[in-house]
């Protein structure tokens, strides 16, 4: 199993095409996200993926008819996971639970807990009290009962994750930065070794790959670190 999703972060179609062609064949899926789907829409998330698994992260959040309206519009891609905010509640999950069943090929809804840019202070600005660890499982155990197939999450939330509800949820890990990379705007991060010796599914790497001299180089050497 290939662990590693490749972040395609960049808004411009071409760009994309070459990062996906150079890493995908060291990666389990490669990750489209709001940006570059707002810029280039469905036509070119066909053009970008190039036949590879795709995880397209969106993060859809509104009332439950309209994110199962998005999900039902969105399964024609045949993207293989797709994203929504557990904050949305229990009906709004389960809708897009249910939608993504309507289609020939069912994408994994896997449910956003808590963002890893925010961290305990940016938690407490938005009313959460209580601090990332207790909000990440509050809203994986909302999202899991109502239908979600996995959580999108902080690597220093997957020991209580899998603690809590064992190795059926698929547990996507981004905030992840090899030893030496810079952070960034990330709040809570692990190398790619500790994450999957964790316990996650998936990693997500973005910029320490696509910000790297040699993309290529860097996903394999990620890849290789985690085999």
């Not at 890493?23 to 280039?40: D, N, S, T």
């Not at 995880?55 to 309209?66: G, Q, R, Y």
Request: hydrophobic letters at 50%; charged letters at 20%.
């Amino acid at each position: 199993m290939k662990r590693l999703i490749a972040a395609i972060d960049t808004p411009e179609l071409d760009r994309a095409q070459e990062l996906v062609r150079g890493v995908a064949p060291h990666c389990g899926l490669v990750k489209l996200g709001l940006e570059f789907f707002l810029r280039h829409g469905p036509a070119g998330f066909t053009q970008a993926a190039q036949g590879n698994p795709v995880f397209l992260d969106l993060k859809l959040h509104d009332i439950p008819n309209t994110v199962a309206g998005a999900v039902r519009s969105l399964l024609p891609l045949g993207a293989d996971m797709l994203t929504i905010h557990a904050g949305g509640g229990a009906k709004m999950i389960e809708a897009a639970a249910k939608a993504a069943s309507e289609g020939a090929k069912r994408p994994k809804i896997l449910a956003v807990t808590v963002l890893t840019s925010l961290d305990t202070e940016a938690l407490a600005a938005t009313g959460v009290s209580g601090g990332p660890a207790q909000q990440v499982l509050r809203l994986a155990r909302l999202a899991l009962e109502n239908g979600a197939d996995g959580l999108v999450c902080s690597a220093h939330e997957i020991s209580r994750l899998r603690d809590a509800f064992g190795e059926k949820p698929v547990l996507v890990v981004p905030g992840i930065r090899p030893k030496g990379a810079e952070i960034g705007d990330q709040a809570r991060v692990m190398t790619p070794e500790e994450a999957v010796s964790a316990g996650a599914d998936y990693i997500v790497v973005g910029r320490p790959i696509t910000g790297a001299v040699d993309p290529v180089a860097a996903a394999a050497a990620i890849a290789a670190s985690i085999a």
